[in-house]
């Protein structure tokens, strides 16, 4: 990132400092001396100042350092290790005595002694860099900077006007919580994927061992049965078969304060993990996974497969961010956006009723869902001050496991998030529920 609008004479490039200032004035004041007193010996006193004034300007640059901004690795994940290099060029004839920089760190970047400005030496047509290490403490989008260079040139006598780079974008992605579920799946669509269908077809899950019959290929052929049995006999599967899952972002609101990949997790940052890893699982066995958040500004991410879908959805998590004050209007977010078949995972931390209403809403157009409890970690909780502070937050527990009843009711199971195999149970459950529902009709 090359200086923007570099000026072009000296008298834009660079600035008198405060020592010039001293040096004419000097000067000036021993030659009024002498002529006024009549002492002209006082004169050369003042030579040699006016002559190393002189020849320091004479010598000086004419343009303004150039200012670039570098980061080893621009895509992270939060918590890793993070390298930023700042080089400094200088285009002139003659070098610079030193450059000051100094550096604008976002919250969520931690960069070693960047409360102090650095100074480093630039010769002439040279190229000279400075090595900031640190970490990233927080999923997101962190833009580092501006970072502004100050140049001192003819033995200090003048200053470059500052030259800013324009903000290095860095992205964190979110450090994946660790997620493991049974492969018990609503109802699974085309026949590709990694999950296990109840319908033989061709497959790698043994279904058994039956008579040949039209249609059959003869690489099924089962020799030791048949051979036995004095018939032919074939070897039946269970086709793989694809699902969809969609994972439902509930950002209407943001509790608790975030400490970073080290300290004690919001609702959003458990909410934004627990997502990334809930879309690797699935992903990597396969299956197609949408995103869509709730709250805000209403974004959704189609769903696909791959492992560049698991970067893009990575991508959709960057930019997750609460909206309290907007909702999506009910013609642009609905059931309608979701497939019949698929299972829709909503990480909610239910705090508001627009919340439930949205998962009821789901569960009666026949969504298979399943709401994710976003604040059971004991870390996020209510504060209630003040005399009736405690009557408060009790009121405040009875209206929030009211609602979750309510879903129940509704059909929806609500489950705390808890990582690996905290979801295996409900899953189950929806999977004998939606065989019901394919045995009924």
């Known amino acids: 990132m090359a200086e923007r609008g570099a000026p072009r004479s000296h008298a834009r490039a660079f600035e008198p400092t405060r020592a010039l200032g001293r040096a004419v004035l000097i000067v000036g004041v021993l030659v009024f001396v002498a002529v006024l007193i009549g002492q ?3 004169v050369v006193l003042a030579t040699p100042f006016a002559i190393g004034t002189a020849i320091s300007l004479v010598r000086r640059p004419r343009r303004v350092p150039v200012v670039e901004v570098t980061a ?31 550096a604008v760190v976002p919250r969520w970047v931690r960069l070693r002694h960047t409360d102090r400005p650095y100074a480093v030496n630039v010769e002439a047509g040279t190229l000279a860099g400075v090595e900031l290490e640190g970490r990233i403490l927080r999923w997101g989008r962190h833009p580092l900077g501006p970072v502004t260079a100050h140049a001192i040139a003819a033995d200090g006598l003048l200053i470059s ?5 324009p903000a290095l974008p860095l992205k964190a992605y979110p450090a994946t919580e660790h997620f493991d579920a049974a492969e018990a799946m609503p109802r699974a669509a085309g026949h590709v994927g990694g999950h296990r269908s109840r319908r033989t077809g061709e497959g790698g899950e043994l279904a058994g061992v039956r008579r040949f019959g039209p249609g059959d290929r003869l690489r099924r052929i089962d020799w030791r049965v048949s051979l036995r049995s004095r018939e032919i006999h074939v070897v039946s599967t269970l086709s793989d078969r694809d699902a969809e899952v969609v994972v439902l972002l509930d950002a ?17 940052d458990v909410t934004v993990r627990a997502a990334a890893g809930i879309a690797e699982h699935y992903l990597h066995r396969g299956d197609r996974v949408a995103l869509l958040q709730y709250g805000g500004t209403m ?3 189609r769903a696909a497969s791959g492992r560049r879908h698991y970067m893009t959805a990575l991508e959709f998590l960057l930019d997750v ?69 405690d009557v408060a937050q009790r009121m405040w527990r009875l209206e929030r496991e009211a609602i979750i009843g309510q879903l129940r009711e509704h059909g929806v199971p609500v489950v705390a998030w808890g990582g ?12 004998r529920v939606a065989v019901g529902r394919t045995v009924t009709a």
């Open 40 to 42: 002209y010996n006082l």
């Open 72 to 102: 080893a690795e621009p895509f992270l994940v939060e918590g890793n290790d993070l390298g930023v290099t700042v080089n400094l060029g200088n285009p002139n004839p003659t070098g610079f005595d030193l450059v000051v920089v100094r």
């Open 161 to 165: 006007r500052p030259v800013q780079t």
């Open 252 to 268: 209407l609101h943001e509790a608790g304060r975030s400490g970073g990949i080290d300290g004690r997790a919001s609702v959003l």
């Open 299 to 301: 974004r959704h991410l």
């Open 321 to 389: 961010a609460p909206g309290e004050h907007d909702e999506p209007p009910p013609s642009s977010f609905g059931p309608h956006m979701v497939q019949a078949n698929a299972l829709v995972m909503v990480l909610t931390p239910l705090l508001d009723v627009r919340s439930a209403a949205m998962l009821a809403n789901l569960a009666r157009a026949g969504r298979f869902v399943v709401a994710v409890d976003t604040l059971a970690d004991p870390a996020v909780r209510v504060r209630a001050t003040g005399k009736w502070g």
């Open 420 to 431: 690996a195999g905290s979801l295996d149970e409900v899953l189950q459950g929806v999977a």
